[in-house]
């Protein structure tokens, strides 16, 4: 990893870890099995422009901020970050821009945070499927929107080549 990549990928893993620790309560929903902290993705889908690595090191520090703060599930959920951020990196790697890296990744996200509460909930279809599936979903599209209106304004301001 370059310099330049680990001290954008610090600076958005520090976002990462202070967005659940301070807005936990302020910016978050909660519809049991499933709670969404509005904005928490978007560090992680900022690191997705910088480098797979950056993704992935952003997506494991943001699960050490919900263990903190909301505990083992959420953190669980939280971890399938890393693999979220990996595959939307990759996707910008092969010339995606960020929305359509972001449109990829959301059902890897959706279903492995759905797949990732199975063992607390039991095969519960309403609460896996719909509620921590369709909600993570929903989620990511509302942090999607707010990334890529960031993304376009560091490339305004040519902080990022890429949006």
């Known amino acids: 990893m370059k310099i330049r990549e680990l001290t954008i ?3 958005l893993s520090a976002m990462a870890l202070l967005i659940p620790l301070a807005f936990g309560g302020f ?3 909660s519809i049991p099995p499933f709670t969404a902290t509005i904005m928490s993705h978007v560090p992680l889908f900022l690191a997705m422009i910088v480098s797979p690595m950056a993704a992935v090191m952003v997506g494991l ?14 953190a669980a959920r939280a971890l399938m970050h890393a693999v979220v951020g990996y595959v939307g ?5 092969k010339g995606y821009n960020l ?9 890897f996200h959706a279903l492995l945070e759905a797949i ?3 063992p607390f909930y039991g095969f519960n279809l309403y609460k896996i499927f719909i509620v921590v599936a369709l909600g993570t979903a929903i989620h990511h599209t509302v942090d999607s929107v707010i990334a890529v209106f960031i993304a376009e304004a560091l490339k305004k301001a040519k902080v990022v080549k890429t949006a």
Do not use: D, N, R
């Open 9 to 11: 990928g610090a600076l």
């Open 27 to 29: 910016l978050m929903v």
């Open 61 to 74: 520090v943001s699960a050490i901020g919900f263990l903190i703060k909301l505990g083992p599930i959420v």
């Open 89 to 93: 990196a990759v996707a910008i790697k």
């Open 99 to 107: 929305s359509i890296a972001l449109a990829i990744s959301m059902p």
């Open 116 to 118: 990732v509460v199975i």
